[in-house]
């Protein structure tokens, strides 16, 4: 049983340019959330997205934008990129909107140089 | 301030000492609360959920204050392998976490 997987594993990025990181959920889980993990720091909560849609979100700017798909994958989109955006993004499953139970994957190290 | 706040350490501590981690959260309509565990460049794992009685894991113990907004971990007979960063982990209406900023644990032979 795969647990939460996510792509690519790091990535450089130039100020200004976008990025779009993606997360596949544990089996059976429909609820995917994003964190952003500076370094040095704990993870700080950017979104959550369940039935496609947007349902809670962190003190995040617009910049920061996601997707849920139907088969509850989602995306990770982050616009304009500032050298301040340079962390470890995690993707959470959790088996419903309504579980406390979070299983982090691997995470996506980006660098914005 | 933070709302969940913990000393980042570290607390280097030799093999087999007691080892205790202290938090303390500032919304007081918190409802859920956990310890994760963190080892390096690898995301957080669930280590316990904390409740007001008291829970224990093995050698993992777990305390939560509600009048005082403070939660404990404590770790009997440490092991090499119990370093990592400690996070300290509420979560508010919905599922969003708030994760305290984690202390660091370095356990020396």
């Known amino acids: 049983d795969a647990g939460v997987t996510q792509s690519p594993t790091h990535l450089i990025k130039t100020r200004g340019q976008q990025v779009t990181l993606r997360c596949s959920p544990k089996?059976?889980?429909?609820?995917v959330s994003w964190y952003q993990q500076a370094l040095g720091q704990g993870p700080q909560f950017i979104f959550q997205?369940?039935?496609?849609?947007?349902?809670q979100r962190g003190n995040f700017p617009d910049r920061f934008s996601g997707h849920q798909f139907p088969n509850y994958s989602s995306e990770l989109n982050v616009n304009a990129l500032l050298l301040g955006d340079s962390a470890l993004y995690l993707c959470?499953?959790?088996?419903?909107?309504?579980?406390?139970?979070?299983?982090f994957g691997p995470g996506t190290r980006l660098t914005v140089t | 301030r933070k709302e969940v706040e913990q000393d980042p350490g570290p607390f280097n501590v030799p093999e087999g000492a007691t080892v205790a981690f202290n938090c303390t959260y500032s919304?007081?309509?918190?409802?859920?609360f956990f310890w994760y565990r963190q080892d390096c460049r690898k995301e957080p794992k669930l280590l316990m959920s904390?409740?007001?009685s008291g829970n224990e894991d093995g050698r993992f113990t777990a305390q939560l204050n509600r009048a005082s907004q403070y939660i404990s971990l404590l770790i009997r007979d440490s092991k090499l392998s119990d370093s990592a960063t400690y996070l300290c982990?509420?979560?508010?209406?919905?599922?969003?976490?708030?994760f305290g900023g984690g202390t660091r644990l370095m356990v020396k032979p």
């Open positions: 959470a499953s959790s088996p419903s909107v309504s579980s406390y139970e979070q299983y």
């Open positions: 089996s059976g889980h429909d609820t």
């Open positions: 997205y369940y039935e496609e849609e947007e349902r």
């Open positions: 919304n007081s309509a918190s409802q859920s």
């Open positions: 904390v409740y007001s």
């Open positions: 982990v509420v979560r508010n209406a919905g599922n969003m976490l708030t």
